[in-house]
């Protein structure tokens, strides 16, 4: 079936640049999701990446997808306090229907 | 409301008993989906509705899990015979179409703990 790995934790300094990784096995997979969850609050969809796509660029965030090695990263540039979240890296492929498969999510906590 | 809605919040339950967790999506979207989110852990895919149908509930984990969507709009799931292991966030979601491409909106969730 499909599985969705990231990382655990990322800490990253207040104007660096944060960038959270993942990787999936489905290889059909079509679209590829970022999405942030703050505590007592739902899940935010960030952005997300068709398939055949190996770049996207929206304000402060890049997506890059290497579909040869099946890895997906979110780089956020200017990192804020703001920015201190979970982020889930989700994917959705043809055989799947409409459902998501989420990875476990990576913690991102901004040092002032 | 501008969002989906989830009620209750909160539900605290003994184990044995049955719940119905509520979820009211944006007015207008057809499609519907449940996930599970345990402590740590990524949402889980429990079902898909597309207007009154589920058209996919593979996720549900047993037969102790039911959803309807009676009306295409408002959704209900239902858990008989409480297990301390269903004690999880239980999250909603909808979207315009069932489309991948189209955003999924998600509610705050209800924290299910079954004691």
């Known amino acids: 079936g499909e599985d969705v790995e990231q990382s655990l934790f990322l800490s990253v300094r207040e104007g660096d640049s944060s960038v959270i990784n993942c990787t999936y096995t489905?290889?059909?997979?079509?679209?590829l999701y970022w999405y942030k969850q703050e505590p007592g609050a739902g899940l935010q969809l960030l952005t997300y990446?068709?398939?055949?796509?190996d770049m996207k660029q929206d304000q402060r965030l890049t997506v890059l997808l290497n579909k040869k090695d099946k890895h997906l990263s979110l780089r956020i540039a200017d990192t804020q306090t703001g920015d201190s979240a979970i982020y889930f890296c989700?994917?959705?492929?043809?055989?799947?229907?409409?459902?998501?498969?989420f990875g476990g999510g990576t913690r991102v906590l901004v040092k002032p | 409301g501008a969002g989906v809605s989830q009620t209750p919040s909160n539900k605290v339950t003994e184990k044995g008993k049955y719940v119905e967790l509520r979820c009211d999506p944006i007015s207008g979207h057809t499609a519907l989906y449940w996930y599970r989110q345990s402590l740590g852990q990524g949402p889980e895919f429990l079902i898909y509705?597309?207007?009154?149908?589920?058209?996919?509930d593979s996720g549900l984990p047993n037969d102790r899990f039911f959803a309807v969507r009676p009306e295409g709009s408002v959704s209900t799931l239902k858990i008989q015979r409480t297990e301390r292991g269903d004690s999880a966030v239980y999250l909603c979601a909808s979207s315009l179409y069932g489309q991948a491409n189209t955003e999924a909106f998600f509610g705050q969730g209800t924290r299910l703990t079954v004691v």
């Open positions: 509705f597309q207007g009154t149908g589920a058209a996919d």
């Open positions: 989700a994917e959705r492929g043809p055989a799947a229907g409409n459902k998501l498969t």
């Open positions: 990446i068709f398939s055949n796509m």
């Open positions: 489905d290889s059909s997979s079509t679209y």
